[in-house]
Nanobody
Framework: QVQLVESGGGLVQAGGSLRLSCVAS????????MGWYRQAPGKQRELVAT???????NYGDSVKGRFTISRDNAENTVLLQMHSLKPEDTAVYYC??????????WGQGTQVTVSS
């Protein structure tokens, strides 16, 4: 069973930066795509960013130019560097991995709170 362990959330002032990390374990297969989604109270879960094993990236419109996703295939790790954070970025951030022969796996989530 694939396990995703996230770290790096916390409280930051508007304009600040945070870096989220997610490590995948439990499968012998490299995830095809890894990424981050977020869910704010009362809202649906939304795409933040994804990255394929080949390095192709996709970003949600609200984070383009401020967030950068990267991954280390050897370590099955995906990082999300967040700059110029805004109060509306406040949410629980979830790591996701698309694993061959397993499907979609989700982490437990990490809270990001941006104060104004």
């Amino acid at each position: 069973q694939v396990q995703l362990v996230e770290s790096g959330g916390g409280l930051v002032q508007a304009g600040g930066s945070l870096r989220l990390s997610c490590v995948a374990s439990g499968s012998i297969f490299r995830p095809n795509a890894m990424g981050w989604y977020r869910q704010a109270p009362g809202k649906q879960r939304e795409l933040v960013a994804t990255i394929t094993s080949g390095g192709s990236t996709n970003y949600g419109d609200s984070v383009k130019g401020r967030f950068t996703i990267s991954r280390d295939n050897a370590e099955n790790t995906v990082l999300l560097q967040m700059h110029s954070l805004k109060p509306e970025d406040t949410a629980v951030y979830y790591c996701n991995a698309q694993v061959p022969f397993t499907g979609s796996a989700w982490g437990q989530g990490t809270q990001v709170t941006v104060s104004s």
